[in-house]
C-alpha cells in the first residue's frame, strides 16, 4: 500500500526547515539546488511542492511569522513587562532575520516592497503582536520604537539599545 502523506502538513514543514536554511544562508546566496539538499530531498521533489524560490521564501515566511502571533502574553502582567517579553522573542535572531530582509529586498523600489506579500505578512503580524498589547491606535509608533530599539542593540552590540 502507497504512504499516505498529508502534503499540507509536509510542505508547511519544508517551508519551516528552509526558513532556517535562508535565515543562514541568506536569500540571494541560496539556489533551489541547496535549499532541496539541506532538506534532503532532490530539486525536482522540491520543485512539486514550490515552483519558484519566491514561493518557498513566502512559505518560509508565513511560517515563521505564525510564531510571532504565538507570541504568549499574560493579561497580569503590565503593558512595559509585554513588550519587553514581546521584544525578548523577537530579539533571538533578529540580526539574522533582518539581514535575510536587506538581502530579500536588495534592488527593490519602495512600490515594490509595499506589493511584496512577504513583508505584508511581516509587517501584519508584527502590528498584530504588538496591537494586542497597546491597542491599534498606538501600534505602528510602538512597533517602529520596538524594532528601532532591536536595531540599534543589534547595532552596538548590546550597548544602546533594549537590553
Known amino acids: 500500500m502507497p504512504k499516505v502523506v498529508d502534503r499540507d502538513k509536509y510542505k508547511k514543514e519544508l517551508a519551516e526547515r528552509a ?6 544562508h541568506g ?5 533551489m539546488r541547496g ?6 530531498m532532490s530539486k525536482s521533489a522540491l520543485y ?7 514561493s518557498l521564501f513566502l512559505a518560509s515566511t508565513e511560517a515563521v511569522m505564525n510564531h510571532v502571533d504565538e507570541t504568549p502574553l499574560d ?13 525578548e522573542s523577537m530579539r533571538g535572531e533578529f540580526g539574522t532575520e533582518m539581514a535575510l530582509v536587506f538581502d ?4 527593490k523600489t519602495p512600490a515594490e516592497i509595499a506589493a511584496d506579500e512577504a513583508m505584508q505578512i511581516s509587517c501584519s503580524a508584527y502590528l498584530k503582536a504588538v496591537e494586542r498589547i497597546v491597542g491599534p491606535e498606538r501600534a505602528v509608533e510602538t512597533l517602529a520604537a520596538v524594532m528601532g530599539g532591536l536595531m540599534l542593540d543589534y547595532l552596538s552590540g548590546g550597548v544602546l539599545g533594549l537590553s
Open 19 to 24: 526558513a532556517a536554511f535562508f535565515s543562514k
Open 75 to 87: 493579561g497580569t502582567m503590565t503593558e512595559a513587562a509585554q513588550l519587553q517579553a514581546l521584544v
Open 48 to 54: 512539486h511542492y514550490f515552483p519558484t524560490k519566491k
Open 104 to 107: 530579500y529586498l536588495r534592488g
Open 35 to 40: 535549499i532541496a539538499e539541506h532538506l534532503g
Open 27 to 31: 536569500y540571494a546566496g541560496v539556489g
